[in-house]
Structure formats: structure tokens, C-alpha cells
């Protein structure tokens, strides 16, 4: 048979140095989804396909995709749950586990995630912990799934006491991206991605810092391709996040305590770009960077229609801050901005948080 990935542009292969993690490849080209099927058979030998997504995605793609995989010989089954982060609960991992078992889904099958980062995460989680794991398909349909969260293999559902606070490392057996179904995207939702592309320039790429003054959506290719490949990169180096990696949790610490204040009312690419200004201003009046970073920082997120404050008080986001999963004992580590595209990871006592928020926040 004729091998479908043959014609693509060369993928970006992510290569995992443990001996028990997979290497695999993420496709990035326009058409690609009615082409699932034969990209997934091409590595999976699969005889089920349960492909999870939500209400506003299945109504829109679910109908190619299912088709696609039953061309390619899939037995595709299907479990749909509604749109938004209310969704990535331990109830809808319970529930979609219930219905792999229930369709007597195997080691040998697979789990499609065909959605944003919720489903992505969710249907992860969910193929990591099913008869202690089976393989999994990302095909993300939104550009900040395509750009961070279908790559690296971080899966979870969000508890009562925060985001992401359950969950497991299950690398993808494929990453499909095709940017048409960005066409379909709100606005809103488009610029949220960008909070994570300009994340992605923040941390070490100028090349990437500087090609963002021209429209993301004249060149969205290009660009989800330097940030795969910047990832890749830190996840090659630091598969399980206790190092390097923990750099793309630059204005994630704030941020996500953001969307627990707003009862995530706030979306996760406004969050992450508001706390990116407050960690940039921190770092400024702390002279951490030289002046004029904030400014740079603050025209670019605005130029993409990004918000860079928040009515939290600084109390009540340290509140937050301190619970999350990227604490250590009595230590936090932040992601600090020492100039564009440069920055490092600072660990200091979870108690300076608050400091720095509160100077972020120019309360201080």
C-alpha cells in the first residue's frame, strides 16, 4: 500500500530518550483531515477507533473523520461531551473510561482526541489509564492545541482545587495538524493560541519574536512549525518536566490562578497572557530585565487582541498560585522574562510569590 505520508512536507519527529516512550511523528498540512484514516493505520494496526471530541467540533469534523477511519478499516465509535474546560472533569474520565470498556475496547485499539486542548487532555488522560494504556491520535482543531498541548505528551483533568491536578504522562502514537480547521475558529479562540505562540517567542525564539509583527494568519503554517519544533526541543530534553521543560510554564503560574478566579470565565490564552505581563512587570521593577520588555510584551499581546490585566487582587491569586502543581515543598519554580526571548526558570520560596504578584500587579 502506498505509504500516505510519503507526499507530506517532513514531519517534526518527537524522540524520547527513555527506552519505554515511543518516538513519533506530527503532521502540518492543509487537508489533511479527510486523510486521517490512512495516517492512523499507517502506524496504528488498530481494529477500534473511539474518537472523543465535543459538541461544537463533532458537528463540524466528526463526520470526516468517522468516515475516514471506516475507509481505512476502523470499527470507529464515538463519545461526545460539551464544549469548554467544564468538561475536563474526574466525572467525563470516569465516563469515557465506562464507555471503552462497555465497547470492549483492547490494548490493540486506540483513542482519537479530536478537539482542542480539553479533549486532547482528557482523552489522554483517559488512553494512559485504560488498562494501563493504550495508544492515542492527537488531531487538534484549535492553534493553541496545535501549537503546545497535542505535543509532549502531558494529559489531565482539573479538581476542585485546581487546573491540571490529575493526570499522566502518555506520549501520542500521531500528532495530525491540518490549519484549515482554524478557518472555523472564533476569534476569540484564534487568539488565544497566540497567547501561546507569543509564549513561545518569550521564552528563547526572536526568530519566531520577530515574525509575529506580521500577521500569525498569513503565515500560521510557518508558525505552528517553530513552536512544535521549540517544544520538541524541551520535551526531547525533559520528557517528565522536572527541568528545562517547566520553561513553558512562562505566565502559567498567574495564569492559571486567573482562570480558577474567574471560575474560568477568563480562557486559558487571556490568563496565560495576562500572567505573562505580570511576571514581566515583576521582573522589570525587580531589575531582573531591562525596561522596555513589558512595553515590547504588552504592544504584541495587544496587537493579537489579547488582554493584559485582570480585577484579581493579588491575595487572592497567591492563593491560587501556591496550590499549584508546579510547587515544589516550600518552593515555586517561575518562569521569569531577563529579556525578550530569554527566559529562565527562578525557584524562590513559595512565600515571595506574592511579591512578585503583587509587583506584577503594580500593587507593590
Known amino acids: 500500500m502506498k505509504d500516505p505520508c510519503a507526499a507530506l512536507a517532513p514531519a517534526i519527529t518527537v524522540s524520547l530518550p527513555s527506552s519505554s516512550a515511543r518516538s513519533y511523528n506530527i503532521y502540518i498540512k492543509n487537508g489533511l483531515l479527510p486523510k486521517v484514516g490512512e495516517l492512523v493505520r499507517s502506524v496504528l494496526p488498530s481494529k477500534k477507533a473511539y474518537v472523543l471530541s465535543d459538541d461544537t467540533v463533532f458537528g463540524l469534523y466528526g463526520e470526516t473523520v468517522r468516515n475516514s477511519l471506516a475507509e481505512s478499516g476502523f470499527e470507529v465509535y464515538e463519545c461526545v461531551v460539551p464544549h469548554g474546560e467544564a468538561s475536563k472533569t474526574a466525572e467525563n474520565l470516569i465516563l469515557f473510561l465506562n464507555r471503552l470498556a462497555h ?30 494504556g493504550i495508544p492515542f491520535v492527537q488531531i487538534p482543531t484549535t492553534l493553541l492545541a496545535m501549537v503546545d498541548s497535542s505535543v509532549g505528551g502531558k494529559t489531565a483533568v482539573d479538581l476542585d482545587e485546581g487546573k491540571n491536578l490529575a493526570g499522566a504522562f502518555w506520549q501520542p502514537s500521531l500528532v495530525i495538524c491540518d490549519p484549515d480547521v482554524l478557518a472555523t475558529l472564533p476569534a476569540d479562540t484564534f487568539s488565544d493560541g497566540c497567547a501561546e505562540v507569543i509564549k513561545y517567542s518569550m521564552i528563547s525564539d526572536r526568530a519566531l519574536f520577530d515574525k509575529l509583527h506580521s500577521p500569525i494568519s498569513s503565515q500560521v503554517n510557518d508558525v505552528i512549525r517553530m513552536c512544535i519544533a521549540d517544544k520538541q526541543a524541551l520535551v526531547e530534553a525533559d520528557e517528565t518536566d522536572k527541568g528545562v521543560r517547566q520553561l513553558l510554564n512562562l505566565g502559567h503560574t498567574v495564569g492559571h490562578a486567573i482562570e480558577a478566579c474567574s471560575d474560568y470565565t477568563i480562557s486559558h490564552g487571556s490568563a496565560v497572557a495576562i500572567g505573562m505581563v505580570i511576571i514581566t512587570r515583576a521582573a522589570e521593577k525587580k531589575n531582573i530585565c531591562p525596561k522596555g520588555t513589558l512595553t515590547a510584551l ?4 495587544e496587537a493579537y487582541r489579547l488582554p493584559t490585566k485582570c480585577d484579581f487582587s493579588a491575595d487572592a491569586l497567591f492563593a491560587v498560585a501556591t496550590a499549584d502543581k508546579k510547587r515544589d515543598g516550600d518552593h515555586i519554580n517561575l518562569v521569569v522574562p531577563y529579556g525578550i526571548s530569554d527566559s529562565r526558570l527562578l525557584k524562590v520560596p513559595a512565600t515571595e510569590v506574592l511579591e512578585f504578584i503583587k509587583l506584577g500587579l503594580g500593587e507593590g
Open 103 to 132: 465497547d470492549r475496547i483492547t490494548r490493540s485499539d486506540c483513542v482519537i482526541a479530536l478537539g482542542g486542548g480539553v479533549i486532547g487532555d482528557l482523552a489522554g488522560f483517559a488512553a494512559a489509564v485504560y488498562l494501563r
Open 298 to 301: 504588552i504592544n504584541l499581546l
